[in-house]
C-alpha cells in the first residue's frame, strides 16, 4: 500500500486516517497503534517541513509492508537529507526548554526499529505487531 500526498502541513490528517483505517483492518493493539500514529505522522510532518521545505510541488510518500510479526512504514521526501548525527540529545540539559527537536527522538523510542537512508531523505519504521 502506498500515499503520495503534497507536502503541506495539513495533509498530516490524510496519513492519520490512513492509520486510524489501518487499525480497524488489520486490528492493531492500542499501544502499537498509538506507537505508529504519533512515529509516523512525526516522520511524515518532518519530510513535509524539513525535507520538502513545505514546497506544495514536492511530494511526500508513504509505503506500508506488512508480514506476520511486524509492520513497516517508508517516508520518501525530495529533500537533500540529513545528518542524524548532527541532531541535538533533547534530553541534555542544554536542549530541555527547546520547543522543537524531538520528532526524531520520540521516532526512535516508539518504533522497534528506525533506519535513515539516502542521507535521511528517506526512513523505515518497523514496529513488532507481537
Given at each position: ?26 486490528r ?13 505522522t ?14 506544495k ?50 521516532i ?9 537512508r ?13
Amino acid at each position: 500500500m502506498k500515499i503520495k500526498i503534497p507536502s503541506i502541513t495539513d495533509n498530516v490528517s490524510v496519513v492519520e486516517s490512513f492509520i486510524d483505517n489501518l487499525k480497524e483492518k488489520i486490528r492493531l493493539s492500542d499501544n502499537v497503534y498509538g506507537n505508529i500514529l504519533i512515529s509516523v505522522t512525526e516522520a511524515v510532518n518532518n519530510a513535509i517541513v524539513h525535507g520538502n521545505k513545505e514546497d506544495k510541488e514536492k511530494k511526500v510518500e508513504l509505503f506500508l509492508k506488512q508480514t506476520k510479526k511486524s509492520i513497516s512504514f517508508v517516508i520518501k521526501d525530495e529533500g537533500s537529507g540529513f545528518d542524524e548525527s548532527k541532531i541535538p540529545d533533547p534530553t541534555s540539559p542544554k536542549n530541555l526548554d527547546n520547543i522543537k527537536g524531538r520528532g526524531v527522538f520520540l521516532i526512535k523510542n516508539l518504533a522497534d526499529n528506525v533506519k535513515f537512508r539516502k542521507k535521511g531523505s528517506e526512513v523505515e519504521l518497523v514496529f513488532n505487531l507481537y
